[in-house]
């Protein structure tokens, strides 16, 4: 793909990017530059440029805004100690946009391509990326929206797709601290033949009134369960769920309603590479309930990009809860082994890292 670049004349001073990236929070401010490119029927994707950052002048009947015919990814750039900066298993993100995209009727960007327009980005926003220290890293957010101008329920013929960055703190100020959960046992997020598998913003707008629910009772974050039965745990908001047993067994919900999160696919491996079984399965509400109380699960754990892997602590319902299981031991394992790889401070055996600068 040939991306041609115009750069900011205005680019945040030092100073001032001194202050955001000395606490930068999250999704709050943006870097310099943004990538585009465009999609149409007869010239396929084209137009790739990095330009200064800034506001899109859309016409109000664009299609994504009536129809919500979009897609979008979330990864981070980490800088290493010796100022190289690399990005975690992009070509995983750029897959799943694939994935995405089919179900979303979009046109597919290529792997490569998007690894690509991530690379360029990054490397033009650089000074953006923060120092690893407290695990501040800069988040990507590749994203594809319908930008044809119409009304009217069919796939765009012209398609946008766009990468912005914005610098992230530490998901967890002062320390891992476990997430409360609140069951919603009146929203579902997805059922079969559904969007459960996309990452497309209407799952995230479904979640919205029952992430309030959560937030009503007291608890960090909803956990949904399955469309058909009400029985069967799929995931959280915004990350995937995790069963440590007894006898080492792992158990993570198997996929297809659910977000194939990059980072639940690479514990797969690394537990395994620990010595521990995972299964993949159907594990229903009463399974965690049950194993809680009897000390059969002695630890669960929730994971993504943002906070990597977080203990899950309380779970709450309506008339009643389940106590956080006893250990976070391999837990906070598990999440060590992963942020090492990801800051270079471990070997990197399964080649996850991808080097950008
Ligand atoms: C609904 C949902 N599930 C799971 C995840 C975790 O995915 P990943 O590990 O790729 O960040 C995310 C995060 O993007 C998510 O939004």
Not at 161 to 182: D, N
Not at 227 to 248: I, S, T
Request: proline share 6%.
């Amino acid at each position: 793909m040939e991306i041609s670049t115009t750069s900011s004349s205005a680019p945040v001073s030092d100073e001032r990017l001194a202050e955001i990236l000395a606490n930068p929070g999250f999704g709050q401010f943006f870097t310099d530059h943004m990538f585009t490119a465009e999609w149409t029927p007869d010239a396929g994707w084209h137009a790739a440029r990095i330009e200064p950052y800034g506001p899109l002048a859309l016409d109000p009947a664009t299609a994504v805004l009536h129809y919500a015919q979009e897609t979008f990814e979330g990864m981070k750039a980490y800088r290493h100690d010796d100022g190289s900066i690399w990005s975690f298993r992009p070509e995983e993100n750029a897959a799943r946009m694939v994935r995405s995209s089919h179900r979303l009727a979009f046109p597919e960007l290529p792997v490569d391509d998007f690894v690509q327009a991530v690379d360029a980005l990054v490397a033009a926003d650089q000074r953006w990326v923060p120092d690893p220290a407290g695990e501040k890293s800069l988040y990507v957010r590749p994203f594809m929206i319908a930008t044809e101008v119409f009304l009217g329920v069919r796939p765009s013929q012209h398609v946008t797709f766009m990468v912005i960055a914005s610098p992230a703190g530490a998901y967890f100020k002062g320390g891992v601290k476990p997430v409360t959960l609140w069951l919603t046992e009146e929203y579902t997020r997805a059922g079969r033949g559904g969007m459960g598998a996309a990452k497309t913003g209407g799952n995230y707008a479904s979640s919205l009134v029952a992430q309030q629910e959560a937030t009503g009772h007291g608890c960090d974050q909803v956990v949904f369960l399955d469309a058909q039965h009400g029985r069967y745990v799929e995931e959280l908001g915004g990350m995937n769920m995790y069963f440590v047993h007894d006898d080492g067994t792992i158990v993570t919900p198997e996929t297809g309603t659910i977000l194939e999160g990059i980072t639940r696919s690479s514990i797969i491996e690394l537990a395994g590479k620990l010595g521990h079984q995972v299964e993949e399965r159907r594990f229903s509400i009463d399974e965690w309930r049950e194993g809680v109380a009897s000390g059969r699960i002695t630890e669960i754990f929730a994971c993504g990009t943002a906070a990597v892997v977080t203990p899950v602590g309380e779970l709450k319902w309506d008339g009643g809860s389940a106590p956080a299981p006893a250990s976070t031991d391999l837990t906070m394992r598990i999440r060590q082994a992963l942020v090492d790889i990801q800051y270079g401070r471990a070997e990197d055996p399964f080649g996850w890292m991808h080097r950008i600068v």
